[in-house]
């Protein structure tokens, strides 16, 4: 349970959310300005207690509302996509990190015997560490095998690793963690195709985050695809009686709804217009479009296909 200090801040960084949402102008500049003053309130103090569940709730509740999140999206992907600034327990970490390279810095890379602790901000920092896939070897080594990074704070002979560099490893195996728990998640896309997700690949990750997303293509990158297929099944589950004719077929052949699948109304429908040039190279830019290599044209095509498919809907 946190304390009232930090309760305190947590209502402070909520309250502050909602006013940047309520501010004029587009998503993008709310978004910005969020990151930029809502984090800090949350995340200043957890040195030694790691955020609970509870503490977490109301701040990842108005991180969604501010950014409005699709509501098919995978929280995972969606974090991964806009930053790790919306993960709480994330932010604590990190700052510990810094605190204690910092500290091993002035004393020289020789951290004393009476920090060898099992509670306070030693074991949150192994706990921390170890809830994002590190392996705890000796006192103050830490290592990652899915990325092969080896975490420090006492030196062996070795200089200590730099602020930019602890920051830079905790964050890929905070995304390698997310992107983990996308893999094991019961979502439609693992369902249909179970295994189809390629191994975490740091520089695919950067490429993609690095494109430039309207609310179409940030929806698709995040999961939030959408077909007839998928629409008619949601509806049929809340009323049994509801028949083909009932949904929008595929807006650009007819087809009937459950037959209308994503992979028809993207790849393979034979009057969706799709230009030649635009083909998938893995399931994973099939499905999601995150780039092998630079370029965006199945991420344009992607984000054009959800918007007729919507459009449909409501029409």
């Not at 102008?25 to 800090?40: D, E, F, H, M, S």
């Not at 060898?116 to 590190?134: C, D, I, T």
């Amino acid at each position: 349970m946190a304390v009232p200090a930090e309760s305190n801040r947590l209502r402070k960084a909520v309250r502050t959310a909602t006013k940047v949402q309520c501010l004029p102008g587009p998503l993008a500049r709310k978004i910005r300005i969020g990151q930029y003053v809502v984090p800090t309130k949350a995340s200043f103090g957890w040195l030694c207690r790691r955020p609970s569940k509870a503490d977490i709730k109301p701040y990842e509740a108005a991180f969604r509302a501010l950014v409005q999140k699709p509501a098919q999206a995978s929280p995972f992907l969606y974090k991964i996509m806009r930053g790790h600034m919306w993960d709480l327990r994330f932010l604590a970490l990190q700052t510990l990190v810094s605190v204690v390279l910092r500290y091993a810095t002035r004393m020289g890379g020789q951290l004393p015997q009476r920090l060898q602790s099992k509670a306070g901000w030693p074991r949150n920092l192994v706990v921390g560490l170890v809830s994002l896939g590190w392996v705890q070897r000796g006192t103050w080594s830490f290592y990652h095998e899915a990325l092969n990074l080896t975490l420090k704070f006492q030196t062996e002979g070795e200089p200590l690793p730099s602020h930019k560099e602890a920051s830079h490893w905790i964050r890929e195996s905070w995304r390698w963690w997310l992107y983990g728990l996308f893999a094991s998640a019961d979502r439609r896309e693992n369902r249909n195709n179970p295994g189809w997700l390629p191994e975490y690949d740091e520089m695919r990750v950067q490429r993609c985050r690095k494109l430039h997303f309207d609310a179409h293509s940030l929806a698709f990158v995040t999961g939030a695809s959408v077909s007839p297929a998928a629409y008619f099944q949601m509806k049929a589950s809340k009323n049994p009686s509801l028949g083909p004719d009932d949904v929008p077929p595929c807006p650009f052949c007819g087809l009937a709804a459950p037959e209308a699948t994503f992979v028809h109304v993207a790849w393979e429908c034979p009057r969706n217009g799709k230009p030649q040039h635009v083909v998938p190279t893995d399931p994973l830019e099939k499905r999601l479009r995150w780039p092998t290599a630079s370029g965006d044209a199945c991420l344009r095509w992607l984000a054009h296909v959800r918007g007729v498919v919507l459009g449909s809907r409501r029409a």
